[in-house]
Structure formats: C-alpha cells, structure tokens
C-alpha cells in the first residue's frame, strides 16, 4: 500500500496537468447570447457572487434597464484583467437563466472592460476595434448570421453559420466595419449553409 501511494505521489507531482479554457469564438457567442448590452456595475455582492449592473446601450435584445448578472468564477486558465468594482464599464454577452438573473456567457471571452478611452480590454485578446466599431460590427452580424447548435457543441455534433441576408448586403456590411469583416470572414472558414 505504502508503494503505491508513493508512486502516485511521485506522478502527481512530476506529471504535466495541462489545463486549458474552451474559448468560443464571437460569431458564435454573438448569435447564442440573449443580450448584448453596454452599461456599468451598479453593485456588486460578492457573497452571492453577482453584480448589478445599469444599462446604458442594448446591442442586441431588451430586458429591464437595471439587471442582475452572475459572475462567473475565475481559474488558472480564465481570469479577470480587473476586481469587479461600482462604476466599471463593461460590454457583456450574457443568456438568461431560469431566475430571471443573466449569466456571462464563457466566462472572460463575454465580459469586457471599456476603457477610458473607449477601447476595449479583457483577458485573452487584446486586438479589438474601439468600442463604436465593436458594437456596429456586433450588430451587423446579428442581422446576417445565425448560429445554428448548441453553444457547448462536441466537434461530433451538427453545427454550422446559417445566412440570413444574400451575400450582396454582407458584402456591402464588409466595406462598411472592418470588424464585421472579419467575422464574416472566419465563418467563411468555418461551415456555413444558406
């Protein structure tokens, strides 16, 4: 007995755990978030874990002016470039949950600061537009493309882009946000079905 607990000592600790967050890209958490919305912390309560936060921009469906967003916990691999605090900036991509409460939908990848100067920042990628092109490319490509699966989907279920606008009206959005563009091209990548 005392041999292998030993050797499982020896293997916990020499052994490479490799852990790594399933970041989904926007396209996708785009089409599956019920709102995207533009706005500051209100108050946070960090013994329940969740923020109330104002809204100061709808990008994408309605709720009340003023929500309750549950925060989503941190780990090795998905952190939060700041400490949630009232008065914060934040663009979030959220979906509703049974209580009435919104959730962040994949963690870091749907919470991100605006800056003073309105850029934005969050943990992962750091090469976004401002925040104007941001959200008009957010827009545009609610009005163009649906997400077609579920937001979890293994690599073993049907998934794919569905187009909901012809190709010349997207190609007219590409000349008018960069953002847009790019999106538009990596679902061009990825599966799409008209």
């Known amino acids: 007995m005392k041999t292998l607990i030993s050797i499982l000592l020896i293997l916990g600790f020499t052994t490479n755990s490799n852990f790594k967050k399933r970041t989904l890209s926007y396209p996708v958490i785009i089409s599956k978030a019920d709102l995207i919305v533009v706005g500051a912390i ?23 002016q003023k929500i309750t ?8 691999c998905d952190r939060r470039i700041k400490f949630p605090k009232n008065g914060q900036r934040l663009i979030l991509f959220l979906s509703k949950r049974k209580n009435g409460n919104y959730e962040i939908i994949n963690g870091s990848t749907g919470e991100l600061f605006i800056s003073e100067n309105e850029t934005i920042e969050t943990f992962i990628n750091t090469n976004f537009p401002n925040l104007k092109e ?20 293994r690599h073993s279920e049907k998934k794919y882009f569905k187009r909901l ?22 679902i061009k990548a990825a599966i799409l079905e008209d």
């Open 42 to 64: 209100s108050e946070v309560s960090f013994s329940v874990y969740e923020y109330d936060f104002q809204i100061s921009e709808f990008v994408k469906g309605t709720s009340a």
């Open 69 to 76: 967003v549950t925060m989503w916990r941190e780990w090795t």
């Open 134 to 153: 941001f959200i008009t490319g957010i827009k545009m490509f609610s009005k163009a493309y649906r997400f077609e699966g579920e937001l979890y989907a």
């Open 165 to 186: 606008i012809n190709q010349s009206e997207i190609d007219k959005m590409e000349t008018e946000s960069s953002f847009f563009k790019s999106m538009s091209s990596w």
